[in-house]
DNA sequence: GGTGAAACTTCTAATAA
DNA sequence: TTATTAGAAGTTTCACC
């Protein structure tokens, strides 16, 4: 895949917008001594590049009544059916994240939940999925780290 | 942790924020046959509670020339200090994410690199940390689940 | 590429219901 | 709590560098 090439004004813009997207362009302009019109041209680049995918908000989980998180690895069986088996996790809605993987596990998911008991509920779930050999849970006591500006500027700097 | 309650219409604020946060209001208030005013008040509501924690940028980093996900699970020697390697970890920029967990490893993080070969440089790093004892990858041969809105259109029904 | 200003749209807070 | 309103603020376009 081919690199896109962003200047450092760039990257300015997606600093600032990476920690609050709703950003006026107009602070931006004033911050990096260029016209509004500017940011906007920019902005559109990006995004009609693809470079900018979208937005979001990020909600708290834990004030809505789900402070627990786990991974879960899943085994399949031999014989097994990859797409099958995840057309049935993505009707759990509690698994927000699934990756089809090599190494330990065929797949790997992210569980979001609201305690032990729910998690226990949702595991054994993933565990009667028909295809399903057995599963691994990882319970996360502390996210330790979450910080997508660091790789942001890391790339940024290689260019 | 207590629930927060969010009514139908928070819900429908947030679902229509999620996909978009630049949403105007005006476009919400229409959708919703309230007023502009109204959902402000209420955006401001749901970020003073804390529900709305922030917000940001989804960026394509394929596109950015990092197409390699891994996740990479962290053993530590008996006498470990994980504080002291999360400290290690944290320079590393292409972790994104780590959780210290219960379960099969102490640590377990997720990768972002450029290809193999990136991907190797950075796991010799994590193994080299002292107190470190042995890491094992996931490679991440597609992402085939990655959704946000489900788990909040279903915690919503919950409530 | 960028600017600056005009035209248009949206935000926000005060007031009223 | 919600609606209305109006001035402030932000966005977007465009003629011109």
């Known amino acids: 895949m081919a ?13 600032m917008l990476i920690d609050n ?24 680049k990006m995004e009609d590049a693809g470079i900018i995918k979208g937005s979001s908000l990020t909600l708290d989980y834990e004030k809505l009544g789900y402070s627990f998180i786990a991974y879960v690895g899943v085994f399949l069986e031999k014989t097994h059916q990859t797409k099958f088996v995840l057309e049935r996790l993505n009707q759990i809605p509690y698994i927000t994240v699934a990756h089809i993987t090599t190494g330990k596990f065929n797949i790997f998911c992210k569980v979001r939940a609201r305690d032990t008991n729910h998690a226990k509920e949702i595991i054994f779930k993933i565990d009667d999925i028909e295809g399903v050999y057995r ?10 780290i979450n910080d997508k500006k660091r790789l942001m500027h890391t790339i940024f700097n290689e260019i």
Chains 1, 2 share one sequence.
């Not at 997207?21 to 559109?44: C, E, M, Q, Y």
């Not at 599963?135 to 330790?144: A, H, V």
């Open 135 to 144: 599963t691994e849970t990882m319970i996360s006591l502390e996210e330790s």
């Open 21 to 44: 997207t709703r950003t006026p362009f107009t602070d931006i302009a004033k911050r990096l001594l260029i016209s509004a019109g500017t940011v906007h041209v920019r902005v559109k």
């Open 3 to 15: 690199k896109f090439k962003l200047d450092e004004v760039d990257h300015q813009i997606l600093d």
